[in-house]
């Protein structure tokens, strides 16, 4: 940076150079939760990194996010009674603040359609021989988190052969199934359907995704 005045012997300019060690650099943070789904005041393992003074918060508060500024890494166990968003939020000395946010998921005690929905361009993917078939890879649950019925989803016209843990299900368009009634919803879904008319294997004519509902539900003592 150079700074000009004129003084009585006329102008004079003068750089001033900033040290490397001062130019700004931007806050960062990594936030992650696991799992995502829960039942009601089960344990969720949080874990961060941050660089810049960093504060956690939850909306709604929770007593165990006491405030105050961070260490640059760490983890914690919260355990949250209702869907609670848990926000990581950085700032530093002249550069831009950052921040992170991670959802946690509580299961009510009346079972909740959570849809399972896989995308056509996942790896999983494939088609063949009128078929058209993904993985659903269901990670953010608890174990203790289990199924009370699968069922397609609203306003889907597809007919679903459905397999998770071991088990098999047919399911028609408006139809729902207890098959999978007290397996973990953790887990990989398979999902296939047949073609309907006019759908084509490598075609843009094919869906988007596939997706199926899965009702999960806790009992009041916490265990599904």
Not at 58 to 74: D, E, I, K, T, V
Not at 110 to 126: C, F, H, I, R, Y
Not at 191 to 220: F, H, I, K, M, W
Request: aromatic share 4%.
């Amino acid at each position: 940076m150079v700074s000009l005045w004129k003084s009585s012997v006329g102008t004079v300019a003068l750089a001033l150079a900033l040290s490397p060690s001062l130019v700004a650099c931007s806050a960062h943070v990594e936030l992650q939760a696991s799992p995502h789904y829960i039942c009601a005041g089960q344990p969720v393992q949080l874990s961060w990194t941050v660089t810049g003074v960093g504060t956690m918060t939850s909306r709604p508060p929770l007593a165990s996010l006491a405030g105050g500024q961070l260490a640059s890494q760490g983890q914690m166990t919260v355990a949250p009674t209702e869907s609670t968003e848990i926000e990581l939020h950085a700032t530093r000395w002249l550069g831009k603040p950052a921040s992170s946010v991670q959802t946690i998921h509580v299961i009510p005690e009346q079972a909740k359609a959570e849809p399972l929905t896989v995308s056509l361009a996942d790896s999983s993917a494939g088609c063949a021989e009128g078929r058209v078939w993904a993985t659903v890879h269901a990670q953010r649950f608890a174990t203790s988190v289990k199924v009370s019925v699968v069922a397609t989803h609203v306003g889907d016209s597809r007919t679903y052969d459905v397999q998770h843990d071991g088990a098999h299900v047919t399911l028609a368009p408006g139809t729902t199934s207890a098959d999978f009634a007290g397996q973990p919803v953790v887990g990989d879904w398979v999902l296939s359907s047949p073609l309907l008319p006019g759908e084509a294997c490598g075609t843009p004519t094919l869906p988007r995704n596939l997706v199926v509902d899965v009702y999960a539900q806790c009992s009041p003592e916490g265990q599904p």
